[in-house]
């Protein structure tokens, strides 16, 4: 039974000295957020095709972006057309829209490849929805005390997301 212990202690002395020597590798990175209301981030869509923002919502599955960015993307060949969708809207309500696959956005220093976003002809609306905030796991947000917020990410994420589809 003593020696039980003596391996117990002797574990959790190794996994201490662990932890001190080699701390967490990942580094917060803060992305700068607006707020009115609603968490804002300013997003570059595609490689350079444009800057946008988009509304941060968690509540949103999908991410979605306006009839003229998505033209845009087409024609510098950054976008693919995936299918019709009807979707379910907050209000239950429900409508046909279009799903493509764009190749990136970019959120201050982190690029999400490979993103699947709707589009709806009547909409101007840029949301970024769940599909993209899960791939920036784990991350917070904090409300400052300027009125303004910060979006934190691991540094594992700058250089790209990608999820392999």
């Known amino acids: 039974m003593q020696s039980v212990k003596t391996l117990r ?11 001190l020597v080699f701390p967490a590798f990942a580094k917060p ?10 968490l ?3 997003v570059l869509v595609g490689k350079d095709v444009g800057q946008a ?3 941060i919502d968690t509540g949103a599955t999908s991410t979605a972006i ?8 087409l024609k510098a060949k950054q976008a693919t057309f995936i299918e019709d969708v009807e979707v379910t809207l907050a209000d239950d309500s429900k409508v046909t829209t279009k799903r493509y696959k ?8 982190v690029v999400i490849k490979d993103i699947e976003v709707l589009v709806h002809d009547s909409s ?4 970024l929805g769940m599909n993209v905030l ?31 589809k």
């Open 102 to 109: 764009i190749s990136q956005l970019t959120i201050g220093d």
């Open 40 to 42: 804002l981030v300013n």
């Open 124 to 127: 101007e609306t840029f949301l």
């Open 9 to 19: 202690s002797l574990l959790a002395a190794v996994i201490l000295s662990f932890i």
């Open 134 to 164: 899960s791939r920036l796991e784990p991350f917070s947000f904090d409300l400052l005390e300027s009125g303004n917020a910060i979006l934190t990410v691991d540094d594992s994420k700058v250089v790209s997301v990608d999820d392999g």
């Open 66 to 73: 306006s009839k003229a960015a998505i033209e845009a993307l």
């Open 29 to 38: 990175v803060q992305i700068p957020v607006g707020y009115n209301g609603s």
């Open 53 to 55: 923002t988009f509304v």
